[in-house]
């Protein structure tokens, strides 16, 4: 089951400006935690290099604030992450190295729209027209068998991918809280066998000393 849209008509309205990259490069969980801020006065428009200036403006319009200038803080000012001429991150995709992949599995766990796919142990692989090119997989690679490409023309524009990486990290969101309930009620389980078997230990314990109370009691 995919969790709901926010109910507050005012985040829903700051979510739909985000590009739903859930890179967190505005220093929050996700695109929605971000908007959440915005709207509670939280955090500033100008923290989201993947929305590039036209985000910024929207958001800021949206919140009736002048608009500020790009969060130097987060906006990249590396050479090596070029930006296009509205100053957004050029959309990347990941790219696994399978020659070089030791099936860790830290990729597909650090992926927040599950678009790597694989088992621990085995190779993994990118859905590479759902990767949302957060780059939150490259730091958990122990291999450094990932890297980020451009965007093909073949695949589906990043600009009409926001509603499908935001329907994504939703599901894998209810997926994860879904998994947790069930390790939760299972440690609450075999805790709840474990407080049975001690108690039949104590009856059992109590049972014997009364024979032996008995025992030790009656005339020989």
């Known amino acids: 089951m995919i969790a709901p849209p926010p109910a507050d008509a005012r985040v829903a309205q700051l979510d739909a400006l985000l590009p739903q990259t859930q890179c967190r490069r505005c220093g929050f969980d996700g695109c929605l935690p971000y908007a959440e801020a915005l709207a509670a ?13 036209t985000t910024l403006a929207a ?4 919140l009736g604030q ?4 790009p969060d130097p803080a987060v906006w990249p000012d590396d050479p090596a992450l070029p930006l ?4 957004a991150l050029l959309p990347t995709v990941a790219v696994i190295d399978e020659n070089v992949c030791i099936g860790c599995f830290k990729c597909v766990l650090a992926c927040p729209v599950d678009a790597i796919i694989g088992a621990p142990k085995y190779l993994h692989t990118v859905l590479t027209d759902d990767c949302s090119g957060c780059e939150l997989c490259l730091p958990p690679c122990p291999v450094d068998c990932i890297t980020m490409v451009p965007r093909s023309a073949a695949q589906t524009p990043a600009s009409a991918m926001a509603s499908r990486w935001r329907s994504l990290h939703q599901a894998r969101k209810t997926r994860l809280a879904r ?15 474990l407080l049975a ?13 009364r024979a032996r109370s008995r025992k030790s ?3 020989p």
């Open 41 to 53: 006065g939280r955090s500033a428009p100008n923290r989201c290099p993947p929305g590039g200036l």
């Open 197 to 209: 078997v001690q108690a039949q230990g104590y009856d059992i314990a109590a049972a014997i000393a």
């Open 59 to 62: 958001l800021a319009e949206a």
């Open 66 to 69: 002048p608009v500020p200038a």
């Open 179 to 193: 998994e947790r309930e069930s390790r939760d009620e299972a440690r609450r389980q075999r805790r709840g066998e």
């Open 84 to 87: 296009d001429a509205d100053q």
């Open 217 to 219: 009691t009656s005339p």
